[in-house]
């Protein structure tokens, strides 16, 4: 009996440890995010008033390689031969978290950013999301 209970204690006590890793980590990203969120929401108002329809997004995709860059971001641009895709990539090592934006507008949704329909120019593009 005292072995098998040594057995659990010892598969057991990694995993205990992997989630308190887990909860730190996923605490330092809830942080982070905080810390920035002042310019984050900036940038994407910014992205929200330029409004550029897809592959034609380029002040918005330099507004975010910009700022990607300035936050110690190795940045790759026209990936995939499309001139506003760019990679962003930061550190090194593990784990590897990808992640995937979207910032073009859509034909014919310009608005304000209200609750409510609310076209800033009829007919221009817009955001179909909240900003």
């Not at 887990?22 to 990203?29: D, F, G, I, T, W």
């Not at 990607?68 to 031969?81: D, I, L």
């Amino acid at each position: 009996m005292g072995m098998l209970l040594a057995g659990i204690v010892s598969i057991s006590h990694p995993v205990v440890a992997q989630e308190t890793i887990s909860n730190v980590n996923k605490q330092k990203v809830v942080e982070a995010v905080n810390n920035h969120a002042g310019e984050l929401i900036s940038l994407s108002d910014e992205i929200w008033e330029y409004a550029e329809i897809a592959f034609k997004e380029s002040q918005s995709a330099d507004a975010l390689v910009e700022y990607a860059e300035a936050n110690g971001f190795k940045v790759t641009r026209g990936v995939g031969e499309i001139p506003t895709a760019f990679v962003a990539e930061y550190g090194s090592g593990g784990p590897i978290i990808g992640i995937m934006g979207e910032f073009d507008a859509l034909p014919g949704l310009s608005q304000d950013a209200v609750p409510h329909k609310s076209p800033l120019i009829e007919g221009n593009p817009g955001h179909g999301a909240g900003s």
